[in-house]
């Protein structure tokens, strides 16, 4: 017997929330306590870059939000970004947006020489533009190898990321996914979207497989690369993006993203999650992949 309206009714309610539940957005009510909002932090200021308005700083853990480890932030307010100096201790507030994690305000504290911390990320050993993209033997999320030789006569789109990145990191995958998605269809195959593993004691091809998976990348043109530990510390210090695993076990990274061209060369660097529009960035890809 079929079911009379108010009982459908019913039925098609408790499929919407069955399906709620088990959809993306379960995975933001599930991380609701750390969801967009201001929050009070306290760190050491590793690194800062007025050119594309960032700060790297190794900060305690940030309850809510994030446990203790180093990374890159932007500094949207100019004022704001004046009154930060490398080696600073610094209470600071950072607004999450969603989509970028942004230092509203800062309170220098004095000078972390007497904290015993020793800074080793910054900005000044990122790869610059118009070098050749420094090469790499690395294995994707299938475990086959794979090398940026591979990739010649296609335009790259190089990140890093790792599956237990509590912060930037699936912010970018998901970005990434948009350019992705809308990219032209007749220029996808000449495209190719390369994720880096800074974790390679974690993220093993199973683990970066799932990571894919569960953020939508299409793996048709998109490697998730991992690989023994040096062979991984290699790549990161030749971008100059961070280290796979600092003493105390956290990562630093800084959020990087490299465009290269068919010949190799680097092209444009994304730097800070407000660098990354997916807009700009797919019509830059667009221009690069498109016949001369």
């Not at 088990?22 to 009070?40: H, L, N, Q, T």
């Not at 004022?79 to 970028?100: M, S």
């Not at 007497?114 to 299938?142: C, E, I, K, M, N």
């Amino acid at each position: 017997m079929m079911p009379d309206g108010a009982a459908r009714s019913r039925l098609a309610l408790v499929v919407s929330l069955v399906l709620i539940a088990s959809g993306p957005f379960a995975a933001g009510c599930r991380r609701a306590e750390g969801g967009p909002g201001v929050y009070d932090a306290h760190g050491v200021v590793e690194s800062v870059n007025p050119e594309y308005g960032q700060v790297v700083i190794h900060h305690d853990d940030i309850p809510g939000l994030m446990p203790e480890m180093t990374m890159s932030f932007d500094v949207p307010d100019p004022e704001v970004l004046a009154r930060i100096q490398p080696h600073q201790v610094v209470d600071f507030r950072l607004e999450f947006t969603g989509r970028a994690y942004h230092v509203i305000d800062v309170t220098p504290l004095g000078d972390a020489a007497g904290t015993g911390h020793r800074a080793g990320t910054s900005f000044d050993s990122v790869a610059p533009r118009g070098d050749p993209a420094p090469p790499f033997v690395l294995t994707d999320q299938d475990g086959n190898p794979l090398s940026l030789a591979d990739l010649r006569g296609k335009a790259v789109l190089l990140d890093f990321v790792y599956t237990n990145c509590p912060g930037p990191c699936p912010i970018l995958t998901g970005l990434h996914v948009e350019v992705q998605r809308a990219l032209e269809p007749a220029l996808r195959d000449r495209v190719r979207f390369v994720s880096v593993s800074l974790d390679p004691l974690t993220d093993t091809p199973a683990a970066l497989r799932e990571y894919a998976r569960k953020r939508g990348a299409d793996t048709a043109n998109w490697s998730f690369l991992t690989g023994a530990p040096d062979a991984i510390e290699a790549v990161l210090k030749g971008y100059g993006v961070g280290s796979a695993r600092q003493p105390d076990g956290t990562i630093a990274h800084l959020v990087v993203t490299f465009l290269i061209d068919g010949n190799g060369q680097i092209v444009q660097r994304y730097i800070g999650l407000d660098a990354h529009d997916p807009e700009q960035l797919r019509a830059d890809l667009e221009r690069l992949a498109s016949p001369t």
